[in-house]
């Protein structure tokens, strides 16, 4: 059982943070290659932030120099510090984990940026 799931959402202002988490059981997290999504009413899945299994992190252009992706392998967590919120930054948050060619999904977390 690999099943991702996501805690730390919420209602914040603009200018806010929030850190998001991510945990799943199984002794390969520290082999997956995690991705943060995050996808808005009527809009396409995107890619927010990325870490791979050497620790190597790629953002989004939207988020860059905003957010930061980090891991805990001893923990089986990942790590999303979201600052400087902006209210586009409002979504359903993702955590995808992919070890070796399978993908797992988490259910998603909800993110308000809003005064």
């Known amino acids: 059982q690999v099943q991702p799931v996501e805690s730390g959402g919420g209602l914040v202002q603009p200018g806010g943070s929030l850190r998001l988490s991510c945990t799943a059981s199984?002794?390969?997290?520290?082999?997956?290659?995690i991705t943060w999504y995050r996808q808005a009413p009527g809009k396409q899945r995107d890619m927010v932030a990325q870490i791979t299994s050497g620790g190597t992190t790629t953002y989004a252009d939207s988020v860059k120099g905003r957010f930061a992706i980090s891991r805990d392998n001893a923990q089986n967590t990942v790590y999303l510090q979201m600052n400087s919120l902006k209210p586009e930054d409002t979504a359903v948050y993702y955590c995808?984990?992919?070890?070796?060619?399978?993908?797992?999904w988490g259910q998603g977390t909800q993110v308000t940026v809003s005064s």
């Open positions: 995808n984990l992919q070890i070796f060619i399978r993908n797992y």
């Open positions: 199984g002794s390969t997290f520290s082999a997956a290659r």
